[in-house]
């Protein structure tokens, strides 16, 4: 359900009563007197070490340090050692993999639908919710953000984006194309929403696309690192150099965005009663200086899952604290639910423990406390003094914190403690996860108007190969015969009449292919008449090799109208007539709802 503007008026208001603001002299229909505003800025792939005030001698993080010094830092925050994970605990307050999401693409790292989210809380509640930038926890409705408590979406659902300038987007499910530096736009996105609700209560969501590969930073951030010697550190013999240069030359980027934010909060007059935080979803994408910590993303140890993590609130938190306790990215959930005083109606119990008491300064009750960090099929546990790692090795991370001495035989009692918890996880948790992901890609929602069915969700028959081994914003190609077919299991949510978009590329001397869509028989086809070949993108513009598919523009064409009805089928692409040599490259079918 989604409040009314006038019961949302009215529950604002009694919101602010909660704040202690509604006495009968107090006027309930100002700033003051309103709940506060939340804004999230996620960073994508950015270690513990990318921060000047983590020590990191060569980058200066200004913007994002000052928000440390008059906040609160946590010390030692914990994230998930990937992508989609972090954002799913974040969501809900729960472990990923009770939630369906075991995997960053092919469907793997969807929200499961029964999973409540706090922006859906907030958005019943009144708040007006915008996302911006990369949501990573399903792409089609209702898995969509924009059915997932948040009424505004700009930016992309795919686990990462191919080019970084001048992008191909999505605006509340319908293509746009975006000009300009991709983290740059998203902020400016997120700040015109801010702007146009900053008489209201609003929760603004920014997970940004940087320092994910592909490495393209503009010139502006790139010099001052092109040549830099960097920083020794103790897997340096690992490192590759340039990719940290981009890495760091970003990480300068974002934190000038961050600023910006920051600044357009006090412009606005609401930066005191706004909760400003930011983090990042998982250590580093490469080996670099982090502080010596052990493991970077995808691992489980100190350095592939501590966060840096700030909390900027003037009107409540006093500045310059730093908090030790052990805390972690599902936290998040009961603790923003806690700090605007609205209820979680969900019936799903939280891993996460809401840190208001911590954030208010009182540590007196805070518990002693186990966080388990899982991805693949290695599982570590962290309590406030140890880290018991994936392979069952103990480390004191007070006295060790880079992990280099096994001391389990030493204090065997709390290696089998903390052995007996991640054994219990195991097999209460993990053991959740279906054998086999019998999830179809839903389409035909019918509160959303498109749908979209990449190539990174299809699966390719016959010649038809994937512009690269990872989905993530790949195409199809070597569409050579008839016999080939691009195919998708779907579930219809409702029956409808859509209208299909094929983005497609042909090069010359290759157009006159026939090309169908069809499901049982039910057929859209459009004959392929005009060339349009562009080059591969990002190349110009890569600071480092990517490993990740290179991208085109591709080019929109109707296929006409196709009617779905409700329920469990195949929907195919297919190739009619190919009279030259290949029929087209594939990125996406849009499907809108008439």
């Not at 292919?513 to 349009?532: C, F, N, R, S, W």
């Not at 090799?545 to 195919?572: C, N």
């Amino acid at each position: 359900m989604q409040f009314t503007p006038t019961v949302r008026i009215l529950f604002l208001s009694l919101l602010a009563c909660l704040y202690g603001a509604c006495t009968p002299d107090a006027p309930t229909d100002t700033g003051e007197t309103s709940p506060p505003n939340i804004v999230i800025i996620l960073a994508d792939d950015q270690g513990w070490g990318d921060l000047s005030m983590n020590g990191n001698p060569v980058v200066n993080t200004s913007h994002i340090d000052s928000l440390g010094r008059n906040g609160l830092i946590f010390d030692r925050f914990y994230v998930d050692p990937v992508c989609s994970p972090t954002r799913a605990a974040l969501l809900t307050g729960r472990y990923a993999v009770r939630g369906g999401v075991y995997s960053t693409s092919a469907g793997g790292e969807r929200l499961d639908l029964d999973e409540q989210t706090f922006a859906r809380h907030l958005q019943n509640a009144g708040y007006r919710t915008g996302a911006f930038g990369k949501w990573h926890n399903g792409m089609q409705a209702p898995y969509h953000p924009n059915s997932r408590g948040f009424e505004e979406f700009y930016g992309y659902c795919s686990g990462h984006w191919g080019s970084y300038f001048d992008a191909m987007l999505e605006h509340n499910g319908a293509i746009v194309q975006s000009e300009g530096y991709l983290t740059d736009v998203l902020t400016e996105r997120a700040m015109d929403f801010m702007q146009e609700h900053r008489d209201e209560s609003f929760l603004v969501y920014l997970p940004l696309n940087t320092p994910h590969s592909p490495m393209q930073v503009p010139d502006r951030w790139w010099q001052k690192f092109a040549d830099m010697e960097l920083p020794a550190h103790r897997f340096q013999d690992q490192e590759n150099p340039d990719h940290t240069r981009a890495a760091y030359a970003m990480a300068e980027n974002i934190d000038w965005n961050v600023g910006r934010v920051a600044d357009k909060l006090a412009e606005l007059g609401i930066d005191e009663r706004t909760i400003l935080i930011y983090f990042s979803d998982n250590g580093p994408n490469g080996w670099r200086w982090n502080g010596g910590m052990a493991g970077i993303k995808g691992h489980t140890n100190e350095g592939g899952v501590r966060s840096p993590f700030v909390l900027y609130w003037p009107e409540k938190v006093p500045q310059g604290r730093v908090v030790r306790q052990i805390t972690s990215v599902a936290d998040l959930y009961p603790t923003l639910l806690d700090l605007t005083a609205v209820a979680d109606p969900g019936d799903k119990a939280t891993d996460g423990l809401s840190l208001q008491p911590l954030i208010l300064g009182d540590t007196t009750a805070w518990p002693d406390r186990v966080l388990v960090n899982h991805w693949g099929n290695r599982t570590s546990v962290r309590s406030q003094q140890y880290r018991l790692d994936h392979e069952d090795r103990l480390f004191d991370m007070i006295s060790d914190p880079g992990q280099t001495t096994d001391i389990g035989d030493k204090v065997p009692a709390v290696k089998a403690v903390l052995k007996k918890k991640k054994d219990i996880w195991r097999e209460e948790v993990w053991s959740e996860l279906p054998e086999e992901d019998l999830r179809s890609f839903t389409i035909g929602h019918p509160d959303a108007v498109y749908d979209q069915l990449p190539a990174r969700d299809g699966i390719a028959h016959g010649n038809i190969e994937r512009s690269n081994r990872w989905p993530n914003c790949s195409f199809y190609t070597n569409w050579t015969s008839p016999e080939d077919s691009i195919s998708w299991e779907v579930e219809v949510l409702a029956d409808g009449e859509f209208e299909a978009t094929l983005y497609y590329t042909c090069r010359e001397g290759d157009t006159g292919a026939v090309i169908a869509l069809q499901t049982g028989m039910e057929v859209a086809t459009v004959k392929i008449d005009e060339a349009y070949d562009p080059p591969l993108r990002g190349i110009e513009h890569d600071r480092y090799i990517r490993g990740e598919s290179y991208v085109k523009d591709f080019k929109p064409i109707a296929l006409g109208t196709i009617s779905l009805q409700k329920g469990k089928q195949t929907l195919s692409l297919k190739a009619l007539e190919i009279p030259g040599e290949m029929a087209v490259d594939f990125r996406l079918l849009l499907l809108k709802r008439l």
